[in-house]
């Protein structure tokens, strides 16, 4: 079992900067891959980033590559999400989630994910 717990979303401005955490416990930390998604009123769930259990891989969607940084403490069992430059297309209900197959790959569907938190609203206004 493995539970997450999202925070640090918000409402900011077009070109700000917000900072998001996934807390986790339960289950081994390292390892397992995590994985951002999002997901806007009344379109799918989306892969944004995803970092392996040793943190030696990360994967980003072409929407965010360059602006958003995903990183993991693994000794304080944390994952981040860095986004810079936000623009009003990024906001959503980011969600983290775990996929503890323990293959090393990143995967960007959300059905293969295994654990998902309560999410956490962003909003971006123009």
């Known amino acids: 079992q493995v539970q997450l717990v999202e925070s640090g979303g918000g409402l900011v401005q077009a070109g700000d900067s917000l900072r998001l955490s996934c807390a986790a416990s339960?289950?081994?930390?390292?390892?397992?891959?995590v994985g951002w998604f999002r997901q806007a009123p009344g379109k799918e769930r989306d892969f944004v980033a995803g970092i392996s259990w040793s943190a030696s891989s990360t994967y980003y969607a072409d929407s965010v590559k360059g602006r958003f940084t995903i990183s993991r403490d693994n000794a304080k069992t944390t994952v981040s999400l860095q986004m810079n430059s936000l623009r009003p297309e990024d906001t959503a209900v980011y969600y983290c989630a775990a996929d503890v197959r323990a293959s090393g790959y990143i995967v960007t569907i959300p059905r293969t994910y295994d654990y998902w938190g309560q999410g956490t609203q962003v909003t971006v206004s123009s």
């Open positions: 339960g289950r081994t930390f390292n390892s397992y891959t």
